[in-house]
């Protein structure tokens, strides 16, 4: 069944002095690429960091045939290759980097491409989940909670569970989750892109929230996990970025609303 795709993007610094997130859409040929980047390496470099590879990503795609997600793997290394360019031109700036999603939507479903710890929720009828492989401690915390090594709680805790494993930083990229098969999507269905920030929210809390929120719409939805990550005022909360999707009838796109942009042109 081929379904449209309503989308509204949700943005706030939390506990922080500066933006480092950044996230954008493009749409193309009865699809839509969705992207988002959550930067590191200090305030100005961080916030460059994820713009510079969410602009390049979208540019490789758009010079693409389609499926765009078909030039996924060559957008990565464009957006890694452009950190490696400023870094060179700027070395105060070494060290600077982000985590990097991309996902493609179509009438037929989702595909996507994913580094660092930055999250893909799919929410169907079956319940919910984390899609995408998480490139952090956090992910390898989660299994030592499966297998009963530690609590929830312990994890959640834990000083290392946003150390991260593999980083778009203009070096090699250790680890990428590819998805080229991808899901197929029914009406109804809700898609959730996030940064880190999100994890001030439980998945149960997440999964129960959209439950309120099903007769809304989009940007109701995307205001409201940000409002509900801002309620628990942790005084560290870390910047939260989000692109929320939903499936629905047709095979056209029924809106959009994506509110983050540039903080400074990059270079």
Request: with cysteine; glycine share 10%; aromatic share 4%.
């Amino acid at each position: 069944m081929a379904v449209t795709w309503d989308y509204a993007s949700g943005q706030s610094l939390g506990g922080r002095q500066e933006q480092e997130d950044y996230c954008d859409v493009q749409k193309n040929d009865g699809a839509v690429v969705c992207v988002l980047a959550d930067g590191m390496g200090g305030h100005a470099a961080g916030a460059m960091a994820a713009q510079l590879a969410v602009s390049h990503f979208l540019k490789s795609t758009a010079e693409a045939r389609t499926p765009r997600s078909d030039n996924f793997l060559p957008a990565l290394y464009a957006s890694n290759d452009a950190i490696a360019d400023y870094v060179s031109n700027h070395p105060d700036c070494e060290g600077m980097g982000c985590t990097l999603i991309g996902v493609e939507l179509d009438p037929n479903g989702l595909r996507w491409i994913s580094v660092g710890d930055s999250k893909i929720f799919w929410k169907t009828g079956n319940g919910i989940a984390q899609i995408n492989a998480d490139h952090s401690m956090a992910g390898r915390l989660a299994i030592a909670v499966k297998n009963g090594e530690m609590t929830e709680q312990e994890a959640r805790d834990s000083p290392s569970r946003h150390l991260l494993l593999s980083a778009v930083t203009g070096d090699h990229i250790s680890k990428l989750d590819y998805n080229a098969q991808g899901l197929s999507a029914a009406p109804g269905d809700v898609l959730l892109i996030a940064t880190d920030g999100i994890d001030t929210l439980t998945l149960s809390e997440i999964d129960a929230l959209l439950d309120r929120h099903k007769k809304d719409n989009v940007a109701t939805i995307s205001q409201a996990l940000i409002g509900a990550v801002a309620d628990r005022a942790l005084p560290r909360q870390d910047n939260t970025t989000l692109i929320v999707a939903r499936a629905g009838h047709g095979n056209t796109f029924a809106g959009d609303s994506i509110a983050t942009r540039p903080l400074r042109q990059a270079r």
